[in-house]
């Protein structure tokens, strides 16, 4: 595009010139000049005209670290040959841009297959196609979309946490039964709003009428041995770059942590405060882990409110036996003084704290890790480039050196 305004400019000049002194060469400068870019865009839109693309891609839905597949048809309907043609192809997802150049004989017909990985969560538009083309002096760059939009849904992976525990007790209880109540017990606990794969037989109805939704009755045994997921999404508690950042991590931790207790037969909820508020209640439902998925595919770190005010919402929520698992990479006091309070009710706490510096953000999670330790809490931290299986380590968490601060008794 800057030698298009060269041109324009020394055809601005000549012009001046010719009228300015009548020479000839002028005149012969400007004629040239102008046949130039006329042929230059006329090469363009005929290098353009007559073609045909059709796409063959995979949509619906997809986890991070797969690969999206596109098979293009590409057909030169024209007598004429296509020279140069750029082919560009799913631009929305993060990362390079998957295409190549080719050129095309007179009605020929190309297929090429094209790759990309899926570096990040979210929801992506796969195409259209585009095609450009520009001239042999680089005046010009133009372009043509073809095909429909499709939609892939890109879930966070859930790593495999064989040896993640929610404390150092656990592993003296191996041998206890993991077996729980199914049964709908006498005395229901609470109602909350119907999710998928809850039995019909546990809606109330009155409730229902009332609200004009469907509620369900949540009993006893519902409330005993459930897991919280407390994931910390405030904006500006976050660091790290457009795919590696605290917030991308965090995401798989939570999506890992509950296929790994929903896989110990423990209810797992999740709340979050993003883009908006999250509440998924525990469920040890078939469904409940692809609800969450869903959920965390689309959810962003924009929140505002603190850690410490979601943290005191879910005091109510607990039950008999609950468990809080709380993700965040923030080092304010007022949170880890909010989840003592949960500690003190004899909640079982577990911490898994992201190293934001170590993402290219500040602060030094010493002090935090050394007053969560003083409590009891285990403490999971987690690095930029640490693989989740090994971070989220009952070993590694034991071995983490506890911080002495000497007359300190506060984060």
Do not use: C
């Amino acid at each position: 595009m800057k030698r298009l305004y060269v041109i324009l400019i020394i055809i601005g000049v000549a012009l001046y010139s010719a009228m300015a002194t009548g020479f000839t060469v002028f005149y012969i400068l400007l004629y040239a000049l102008i046949a130039a870019l006329a042929s230059s865009l006329l090469w363009g839109y005929f290098n353009l005209a007559g073609l045909n693309i059709s796409a063959r891609r995979q949509s619906g839905l997809a986890r991070v670290g797969d690969e999206v597949e596109t098979d293009l048809y590409i057909r030169n309907k024209s007598p004429l040959p296509k020279l140069l043609l750029e082919i560009q192809d799913m631009q929305d997802l993060p990362g390079p841009a998957t295409g190549t150049m080719l050129n095309l004989a007179p009605f020929q017909t190309v297929h090429w297959t094209g790759s990309a990985s899926l570096l990040k969560r979210g929801v992506y538009a796969l195409g259209p196609v585009r095609v450009y083309s520009t001239d042999l002096f680089g005046l010009f760059r133009l372009h043509r979309t073809f095909g429909r939009v499709q939609e892939i849904v890109v879930y966070p992976t859930a790593v495999d946490l064989p040896l993640f525990q929610l404390s150092v007790a656990e592993g003296l209880q191996q041998g206890v039964g993991q077996r729980r109540s199914y049964e709908v017990t006498p005395s229901a606990s609470t109602l909350r709003e119907y999710v998928e794969g809850d039995s019909l037989r546990r809606i109330h109805w009155p409730s229902t009428l009332r609200t004009n939704k469907l509620m369900v009755k949540q009993f006893d045994a519902d409330m005993r041995d459930q897991v919280w997921i407390i994931l910390d999404l405030q904006r500006n508690v976050q660091a790290g770059g457009e795919i590696e950042n605290t917030a991308e991590v965090a995401i798989t931790a939570a999506a890992s942590l509950s296929w790994k207790m929903l896989s110990m037969d423990r209810p797992v909820g999740l709340i979050a405060q993003g883009d908006q508020y999250y509440l998924i209640p525990p469920q040890r439902s078939a469904t409940v882990h692809q609800r969450l998925l869903g959920m965390l595919a689309t959810a962003q770190a924009e929140g505002t409110e603190p850690l410490s005010e979601v943290i005191r919402r879910i005091r109510s929520q607990l039950g008999v036996s609950s468990s809080v698992i709380v993700i965040t990479p923030s080092l304010e006091p007022l949170w880890v003084q909010a989840l003592d309070v949960l500690v003190s009710g004899r909640t079982q706490t577990a911490v898994v704290l992201l190293d934001a510096a170590s993402f290219g953000g500040t602060g030094d999670t010493a002090l935090v890790r050394a007053h969560l330790q003083s409590k009891g809490t285990t403490i999971y931290v987690v690095r930029r480039g640490h693989d989740l299986s090994e971070a989220l380590d009952i070993r590694g968490a034991i071995s983490e050196p506890v911080v002495r601060i000497e007359g300190s008794h506060s984060a």
